[in-house]
């Protein structure tokens, strides 16, 4: 349950992606899942170079439950963090944990630099390995020499001031976030079949996107219905991210599937969540919203 970027990262170094499912509660990885898909790929002997759980729409993975999982089998963690700069986990800070972490500034993110990302690791010589291979492998002498193949992966200077604009900006901008999110809360509480995603424990999280889950047998209309509406009032809303198992390009990877990841595809809706949105533009949200509880909800 991530972006494509996870999955992509994956295959450009050759290896193969192996998938694991997630909790219903918060789409992160599933332990329980974890622990089988390795014994399997032990039991193969097949080598696992690293295990990539994604933080999901702000809330840090289970790491209390992970890492002692993934280090029993001697296996690197590396932590996509995009999406939950500014959230915790057990009281630490999401992308401190695992080897490394990499954030995204991506504009769609909660700090955005228009494009580019950040490592994060505690290991200096992971990180100046890291600097040498973004910016093309150059050796320290006064020629251009090259002993390895390197990228152009670098942030410029430009970016990276105003991420740091951005970075001080960061618990305002969370805090606007968590703020649109309780007004969801409130507006869903009475609606019957209509779960706000992953909204325990919100103090720990980023509130980077709000989602709901629609049970439609309970709530007689779907997710798809109300992204509908919201479309006709010129409101934008979208499915959760398609697992990446049903994805077209990597429908020959293996994983350890239970079907979690589809069910919140196919009943989840991730509604606006700006923290650029203004206080007007959220009232004509929540008009639109009380318009759609009144014509599909309040029938009895
Ligand atoms: C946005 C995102 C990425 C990709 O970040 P880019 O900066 O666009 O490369 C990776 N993983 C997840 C989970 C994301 O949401």
Redesign the pocket.
Known sequence: M??A??ANAIAYTGAEPFFVDVLPETGNMDPQALERALSSLASQDKKVAAVIP?D?LGKAADYTALEPIISAYGIPMLC?T??AVGAYHASRPAGSFGQAS?L???G??IMTTS???MLLTDDEHFASKVRYLATQARQPVPWYEHTDVGYNYRMSNLLAALGRAQLARLDSMIERRRQFRDRYKAHFADVPGVRVFGAKDDEADNSWLTSILVDSSVAGWTSEDLRLWLVDSGIEARPLWKPMHLQPVFVTAQGEITGVAQHLFETGLTLPSGSVITDAERDRVFTALERFRLSHVARG
């Open positions: 991530t972006f970027a996870t994604v999901l996509d995009a999406e990499v995204s500034f991506n769609n993110k494009g580019g990302g």
